[in-house]
């Protein structure tokens, strides 16, 4: 009986073996096949598509999340102030400039999409 509890088991190091070996054939496969077809932009396309299409849903709840973020980013520094110490010149630096991109991204989200992809694109 525990014979077969060890074959059925994922733990069996035959079966690790298994895994590794389809893993390097497919790996093999794409690496043979991307001297003719040219899959490497297509999997990319592919990829920033799906991820895009994914953030799209999420937009609102990261956005949100970022301004408050920011916003406790200066609630922080004000308390700093408060408390009779001074924040250092680059988080301040650093937490005005997430604000201005946050507020950019918000305001103007197709026009830093172009700009982007122009950037990017070439």
Do not use: H
Not at 25 to 43: D, T
Not at 49 to 77: C, E, M, N, T, W
Not at 84 to 93: E, G, H, M, R, V
Request: proline share 6%; glycine share 10%; net charge positive.
């Amino acid at each position: 009986m525990s014979i077969e509890r060890k074959e059925q088991g994922g733990n069996n190091p035959g079966s690790k073996r298994a895994i590794i070996a389809s893993l390097s054939a497919l790996g093999g496969m794409v690496l043979a096949s991307s001297c003719c077809l040219p899959l490497a932009p297509f999997l990319l396309a592919a990829g920033t598509a799906g991820s895009s299409a994914f953030f799209l849903k999420l937009r609102p709840f990261l956005l949100a999340g970022s301004v408050l973020s920011i916003g406790f980013g200066f609630y922080q520094s004000w308390r700093a102030k408060q408390c009779k110490c001074q924040p250092s010149l680059p988080s301040a630096i650093l937490l005005w400039f997430s604000a201005i991109v946050v507020l950019l991204f918000i305001l103007f989200p197709q026009a830093i999409a172009n700009l982007l992809a122009n950037i990017l694109g070439g």
